[in-house]
């Protein structure tokens, strides 16, 4: 095992080192040229389909209060608000009108990709005897993630500066994230209503309709949620999201053991968090999101949430179809814990 000054230990059934010592990717890795031109070679009728919700969807605070729509409003020019800004209030003879903007937005509201950063672990990685907060491939708060004297004096405005200084989401944005992608449809199967899904179940899915996950693809899993998110028009139904879709069971073990062998290189779901919260109860200390601990902190696998699949996937169905090209970067924003997306997958 590769030794380096962050950790002499990492978790069993891990990916830290395989990459590098220094991997923020994780198994993005995967994402040769070569699964690039896998995913091409998927595309048959040149149609795109767009996977994003509208930023300001689900709307409201009903499915996670900490996290609230974007607010969209304009920059101020020459103490005015700057839409519909003639420019001839300051250039003389000029007939141009502009509108400029400003967004206040949390990252992980609506459609979004979670980064590396943004589920740890307490886990002894140093072999002190004393489990220690540390983070994909090592990084540790304070030295490499964003820790408490960072926060200090990190205010709620946009000007602050606090911030993830290694597995920021820039580092996915700068692979393009693009390759073949492979829908699992568990909404043709299960509907829409509650449902937790285990390996026996997913595994039921995969043979029925006779889907092939390799190394390197990009995995989708259509719920239905999404859609219901959508047609609820920013109005959002709590009592109703609650009991509404398919979510994997993060505690099944034989499920986790797919997704380390399987290769995939990145786990989305049009549901709030790929797995079923709160998780089911154990005994003991253990993770309260099990899955997120063995993508993002284990195995270096990102995950979408709240991605729109429905359309996509109805029509890869009609078609006989499960797989597709999928490019869907985050934004650029060096240090960034999450970000929106607008998925587009090709057909």
């Known amino acids: 095992m590769c030794k380096t000054e962050r950790w002499q230990h990492r978790p069993e059934g891990s990916t830290w080192g395989d990459f590098g010592p220094d991997d923020e990717l ?18 048959r009728e040149g149609r795109t389909f767009c996977l994003s919700l509208p930023l300001d969807l689900p709307g409201g605070t009903v499915i ?24 001839g209030r300051d250039t003389e003879g000029a007939t141009d009108v502009v509108n400029d903007d400003v967004v206040l937005l949390h990252t992980q509201y609506s459609t979004q990709w979670d980064s590396f950063c943004h589920i740890g672990s307490h886990f002894d990685a140093d072999g002190d005897g004393v489990a220690e907060p540390v983070f994909y491939n090592g990084f540790r708060p304070g030295a490499d993630i964003v820790g408490p004297h960072d926060l200090a004096d990190a205010g709620p405005g946009p000007t602050s500066t606090s911030h993830a200084r290694r597995l920021g989401i820039e580092k996915m944005a700068e692979t393009g994230v693009q390759g073949r992608a ?38 989708c899993l259509h719920t239905g949620f999404g859609q219901v ?18 979510s994997l069971d993060g505690r099944d073990r034989d499920l ?71 490019t869907a970067p985050p934004l650029r924003l060096p240090g960034a814990v999450g970000s929106p997306a607008t998925p587009i997958a090709t057909v």
């Open 182 to 219: 492979v829908m699992i449809d568990l909404e043709a199967h299960y509907g829409r209503d509650l449902r937790l899904v285990g390996w026996r179940d997913l595994k039921a899915v995969l043979e029925a309709d006779r889907i092939t996950v390799e190394p390197g693809d990009l995995v």
């Open 229 to 246: 998110v959508m047609d609820m028009g920013g109005q959002p139904d709590g009592a109703v999201l609650e009991r509404t879709a398919c």
């Open 256 to 326: 986790l053991r797919w997704i380390s062998d399987s290769g995939l290189s990145a786990l989305i779901a049009d549901n709030v968090a790929v797995e079923r919260l709160p998780a089911v109860p154990v005994e003991g200390p253990a993770a309260a999101l099990p899955l997120h601990e063995h993508c993002l902190f284990k195995l270096g696998v990102p995950l979408g949430e709240l991605w729109h699949l429905t359309p996509l996937a109805r029509h890869l169905r009609a078609e006989g179809r499960s797989r597709f090209l999928l």
């Open 26 to 43: 994780g198994r993005l890795n995967l994402l040769t040229p070569a699964k690039v031109l896998q995913g091409l070679a998927e595309v």
């Open 64 to 87: 996670n209060p900490r996290r609230h729509p974007p607010v969209l409003r304009p920059t101020r020019r020459g103490g005015a608000p700057n839409y519909n800004y003639p420019i």
